[in-house]
C-alpha cells in the first residue's frame, strides 16, 4: 500500500465551494484501478491549507493509472482552479514498528 500525502492551499473565500466540489470529485478518485481510500482534512491554524491522503495499492497506481486517464483531466478541471499554489505531492510507504 501507497500513501499519497497531498498538501492543498485553496484560494481565499474558495474553501466552501471547494469542498463542495471536492465531493463530486471524489467519485472520480474511487473508480480508479488500485484507489483504496481517501480523506480530505481542513488545517486548524492555517486558513485554506488542506490535507489529502489517499491509499493506492501501488505507486504505478497513482503516477501512471490515474495521472494518465480522462479521469485525471476531469479531476484537474474541477478541482485545479481552487488552488493558490500547485499541490506538493509526495508518497510515503509503511514501515513496521
Not at 57 to 79: C, D, I, M, P, Y
Amino acid at each position: 500500500m501507497i500513501l499519497e500525502a497531498v498538501i492543498l492551499h485553496v484560494k481565499p473565500g474558495l474553501e466552501s465551494d471547494f469542498e463542495a466540489t471536492f465531493i463530486k470529485a471524489s467519485k472520480i478518485i474511487s473508480s480508479m484501478d488500485g484507489y483504496l481510500s481517501h480523506e480530505l482534512h481542513k488545517c486548524i491554524e492555517v486558513k485554506g491549507k488542506y490535507l489529502l491522503l489517499v491509499r493506492w495499492e501501488t505507486l504505478e497506481s497513482h503516477t501512471v493509472g490515474f495521472r494518465n486517464s480522462a479521469e485525471f483531466q476531469e479531476w484537474k478541471k474541477l478541482l485545479h482552479h481552487f488552488y493558490e499554489s500547485f499541490p506538493t505531492v509526495e508518497h510515503f510507504k509503511e514501515i513496521e514498528i
